[in-house]
Nanobody
């Protein structure tokens, strides 16, 4: 059973960096595709980045391409989201999600974490 917990959120100034972590306490998601989504107040949840189970290159939303990097360490059951050059519009709750099979940029994932708040001040 996949059990996801996100950490690493916080308050940062515009232009700064944060690294989010997603751990699978179920220790099963080495064969899952894992994605990050985010949801800002009053907005729908949106796709941010994803990485497939076989370590293919990450997939990114246009809004974060070149600034965010997704990576995974299956030996540690971890997926990371390195966020650089943060902007106020990146402020949101960030969620880790996992599913068996291919990456999707929609919310059709089987497992979700509880989310971690990222706030970028101007």
């Amino acid at each position: 059973q996949v059990q996801l917990v996100e950490t690493g959120g916080g308050l940062v100034q515009a232009g700064g960096s944060l690294r989010l972590s997603c751990v699978d306490f179920g220790r099963t998601f080495s064969t899952y595709s894992v994605s990050w989504f985010r949801q800002a107040p009053g907005k729908e949840r949106e796709f941010v980045a994803a990485i497939k189970w076989n370590f293919e290159d990450g997939v990114y939303a246009d809004s974060v391409k070149g600034r965010f990097t997704i990576s995974r360490d299956d030996a540690k059951n971890m997926v990371y989201l390195q966020m650089n050059s943060l902007k106020p519009e990146d402020t949101a709750v960030y969620y880790c999600a996992a599913r068996a099979g291919r990456v999707l940029t929609t919310s059709r994932y089987d497992y979700w974490g509880q989310g971690t708040q990222v706030t970028v001040s101007s």
